[in-house]
């Protein structure tokens, strides 16, 4: 039983990895996707139907197809609040949560209607073929291989942002989008791709608790997986390469705290308890730290 919460710890923060690149990505750039929940729902259905609809095609093809337009198609739910952001100013957290918001019960509709599972009683689409699921690393837990896929994601991240000419130009755009028009560079570039990167690391993540978790799309298996990952993203400070300790941390204290629930008749509501908890001790830190780079980002400004 202990090895199984090891296991289940192990593969949530997986997942809380994936998501949280997104979410870190999105505050490097100053423009807070506040819509992850939506994103890794529409990830996770996407890949689903296309999985169980593509039985003929060997794994080596039809994962790579799946991942691609689950990464897709949040990229361009994403991508979106970002055209907004540029042709009205509408406030990317805004607008990216409502697009979200309004996705999910469009969702839920064809998951319990066209696309629901004709042998099963689960409000959920049919399970995909045995040959597309990963297969678990420490039985009879989740664990699979998709941990390693998202610690390779973290490295990949920040050796994006933190060692290329684009991840410092789009560090100093999300400081102060003055300057960075000031200085000549592509405002418009920054806003769209990280729009869209930003929703598609929610959605990748999505297509991998379908393929290596859940193996369905069932009604609500998003629910928190967003918020976490955006949790973990603060933790992290927004450095994708914390995020792996941040989303071990996050993804323990979930696990456990579930557990504990489990076997000592208490709510499970209190592993979010404890994150909101983390959520709002963490976000008065990183947003204090945000406001003071703001103000001397805007003091280099006018001295130049």
């Not at 690149?21 to 296309?50: H, M, R």
């Not at 990952?229 to 933790?235: G, I, K, M, Y």
């Amino acid at each position: 039983m202990n090895l199984f919460f090891l296991g289940s710890a192990l593969n949530l923060s997986s997942l809380y990895m994936l998501a949280g690149t997104g979410a870190a990505f999105s505050i490097k750039s100053g423009n807070l996707n506040f819509g992850g929940e939506g994103q890794i729902y529409l990830g996770g259905f996407v890949a689903a139907i296309i999985l169980a609809h593509v039985n003929f095609l060997p794994a080596a093809l039809a994962l790579p197809l799946a991942f691609i337009a689950a990464a897709l198609a949040s990229g361009l739910m994403a991508l979106i609040s970002g055209l907004l952001k540029h042709a009205r100013n509408a406030d990317f957290l805004f607008t990216s949560f409502l697009a979200s918001s309004a996705l999910i019960p469009i969702i839920d509709g064809l998951v319990i209607g066209p696309f629901r599972s004709k042998t099963d009683n689960l409000l959920a689409t049919p399970f995909i073929a045995q040959k597309f699921r990963f297969a678990s690393l420490m039985p009879p837990s989740t664990f699979n291989i998709t941990f390693f896929i998202a610690i390779f994601f973290c490295i990949f991240f920040y050796l994006l942002i933190n060692k290329t000419a684009f991840g410092r130009k789009l560090v100093i755009y999300g400081i102060s989008p003055e300057f960075s028009k000031f200085a000549g560079y592509n405002n418009r570039g920054f806003i769209y791709s990280s729009a869209f990167v930003s929703g598609a690391m929610h959605g990748l993540c999505g297509a991998f608790a379908v393929v290596g978790t859940y193996f369905t799309c069932h009604q609500g298996f998003y629910s928190g997986m967003g918020w976490s990952a955006f949790s973990t993203a603060l933790l992290a400070g927004a450095n994708p390469l914390l995020m792996i300790p941040s989303s071990l941390f996050l993804g323990f204290i979930t696990t456990y705290a579930n557990r504990y629930a489990l076997y000592n008749n208490v709510g499970f509501d209190i592993s979010s308890l404890i994150q909101a908890f983390i959520l709002l001790v963490v976000s008065f830190s990183v947003f204090k730290t945000q406001g003071l780079s703001h103000r001397k980002a805007h003091e280099g400004a006018k001295r130049c």
